[in-house]
């Protein structure tokens, strides 16, 4: 499997942005697909964002759907997710997720996770 490590979290009041990455080391990045979840105090891990292996295809959940955009740059072995138009109810840890797959994957197929990363979105 491969390592991943997520990034850029912090405090942002609602309306403001913020991008985060996951470094991913140990394998050939290329051969994962990866995917955005995130879990809010008190609730489920919810699947937000994923993206192919080559980044040609993507996955939005309705909550995130046209303010936040995932990306990849297979020759940093990075995935990113920039958030934009936030909002209080995106308060949550964010965590990066690997398949290894070519194929966008659905929530319950990955099976690699990164520590997660802090975000506040004050009102």
């Known amino acids: 499997q491969v390592q991943l490590v997520e990034s850029g979290g912090g405090l942002v009041q609602a309306g403001g942005s913020l991008r985060l990455s996951c470094e991913a080391s140990?394998?050939?990045?290329?051969?994962?697909?990866m995917g955005w979840f995130r879990q809010a105090p008190g609730k489920e891990r919810e699947y937000i964002a994923g993206?192919?292996?080559?980044?040609?295809?993507?996955y939005y959940s309705d909550a995130v759907k046209g303010r936040f955009i995932i990306s990849r740059d297979n020759g940093k072995n990075t995935v990113y997710l920039q958030m934009n138009s936030l909002k209080p109810e995106d308060t949550a840890v964010y965590y990066c997720?690997?398949?290894?797959?070519?194929?966008?994957?659905?929530?319950?197929?990955?099976?690699?996770w990164g520590q997660g990363t802090q975000v506040t979105v004050s009102s």
């Open positions: 993206i192919d292996n080559s980044g040609d295809s993507k």
């Open positions: 997720a690997s398949r290894f797959t070519t194929w966008i994957s659905s929530a319950d197929e990955y099976d690699n």
């Open positions: 140990g394998r050939t990045f290329s051969d994962y697909a």
